[in-house]
Nanobody, 119 residues
Framework: QVQLVESGGGLVQAGGSLRLSCAAS????????MGWYRQTAGKQRELVAD???????NYAASVKGRFTISRDNTKRTVYLQMNSMKPEDTAVYYC?????????????WGQGTQVTVSS
């Protein structure tokens, strides 16, 4: 059974930092592309950043230079370091996993963690 468990969300002031973690089980972690998405009420879920099994990263333009995604394959964990945070970063953040070698592509999702940035 696939499980993605996020942690590290909370309340932070504008300009501050948070680090999200996502611990994965039930997947071949090292080959999965791991990602972070976020969603606010009334809006579509959007990609924040992802990282391939080989370590290649991709960021949304709105977070580039402020957020850093990383992974530790020995701990089966992906991180999102968020710096210089802005009120518009407020959202529920979701961890995802996708196996690029699977015959049928699908994303697995965590339960989400709330991030609130106060102005």
């Amino acid at each position: 059974q696939v499980q993605l468990v996020e942690s590290g969300g909370g309340l932070v002031q504008a300009g501050g930092s948070l680090r999200l973690s996502c611990a994965a089980s039930g997947i071949l972690f090292s080959i999965n592309t791991m990602g972070w998405y976020r969603q606010t009420a009334g809006k579509q879920r959007e990609l924040v950043a992802d990282i391939t099994g080989g370590g290649r990263t991709n960021y949304a333009a709105s977070v580039k230079g402020r957020f850093t995604i990383s992974r530790d394959n020995t701990k089966r964990t992906v991180y999102l370091q968020m710096n210089s945070m802005k009120p518009e970063d407020t959202a529920v953040y979701y961890c995802t996993a996708n196996n690029p070698t699977a015959l049928v592509s699908r994303n697995y999702w965590g339960q989400g963690t709330q991030v609130t940035v106060s102005s």
